[in-house]
C-alpha cells in the first residue's frame, strides 16, 4: 500500500471520532500547506453522518483551509529562499517529499500570476489543482498578500460549501456522484469562466 494511501484510509479514520470536526479543522489547514490529502475526503463522510451540520462543516473547511493558505504564504515568503534564485534546505525537502511540487510546476507558476492574478488563485483553490503548491509559490514570488486572500477565501468557500450543501440536500446519492463527477465538474466551471471574463475583455 502506498504511502498516500495509507495516508488518505487514517484521514477517514476521523470520520466516526467525536474529535472529527476537529481533525477536519487541522487538515483544511494542514492541506493548504503541505498535506496531500484534500479535507473533502473528510468533509463528505462527516456531512453524511450529521446532515444537519453540513454546512458547520463546509464553513470548518473554509476557514481553516485560508488559515492554512496565509501559513503556506509564510513560507513561500520567509523560508522559502535562502538568497534570491537558492531554495532554503527546507524548500528543497517540500520538492524531494511532497506530492504536488515539481521544479517545472513551480517555475511556471510565475508567468500564470502575472498573466491572471486572482483568476489563477481562484482556479487553484476550487479545482483539483495543488492549492498548497499555489500557497506557497504566492508568498515566494510575492503576490499581492490582499488579492491572494481574497481570492483564496472566494475559491475555497466555494468549492467547500458546495460540497456541503450537495450532501445536506441529497445525502447518500450524491455521494458517488461527487467521488466520480465532482472534480471534473470544478474544472468545467472555471473553464467556462476564465472564458467569460476573456470574452469581457476582447468585447470591451
Not at 10 to 34: H, N, Q, T, Y
Amino acid at each position: 500500500m502506498s504511502f498516500v494511501r495509507k495516508i488518505y484510509e487514517w484521514v477517514l479514520s476521523w470520520a466516526d471520532k467525536p474529535s472529527g470536526p476537529a481533525a477536519l479543522g487541522v487538515m483544511s489547514m494542514a492541506e493548504a500547506s503541505f498535506f496531500p490529502i484534500p479535507p473533502d475526503v473528510l468533509l463528505i463522510p462527516l456531512a453524511l453522518g450529521k446532515r444537519e451540520k453540513a454546512l458547520y462543516f463546509g464553513l470548518i473547511c473554509s476557514v481553516c483551509s485560508i488559515l492554512g493558505a496565509a501559513l503556506g504564504y509564510g513560507i513561500g515568503l520567509w523560508v522559502w529562499w535562502a538568497e534570491p534564485n537558492v531554495f532554503t534546505s527546507f524548500a528543497q525537502f517540500f520538492f524531494d517529499h511532497i506530492p504536488g511540487f515539481t521544479y517545472e510546476s513551480f517555475e511556471n507558476i510565475k508567468s500564470l500570476y502575472d498573466e491572471y492574478n486572482f483568476m489563477i488563485i481562484f482556479t487553484a483553490g476550487f479545482t483539483p489543482i495543488p492549492f498548497k503548491l499555489f500557497t506557497i509559490s504566492a508568498g515566494a514570488f510575492n503576490i499581492k498578500f490582499p488579492m491572494f486572500i481574497l481570492a483564496g477565501t472566494v475559491s475555497r468557500s466555494a468549492r467547500f460549501f458546495l460540497v456541503a450543501f450537495l450532501i445536506k440536500t441529497y445525502g447518500e446519492p450524491i455521494r458517488e456522484f461527487i467521488d466520480k463527477y465532482f472534480n471534473l465538474l470544478a474544472i468545467a466551471f472555471t473553464v467556462l469562466l476564465f472564458g467569460g471574463f476573456a470574452l469581457v475583455k476582447y468585447i470591451f
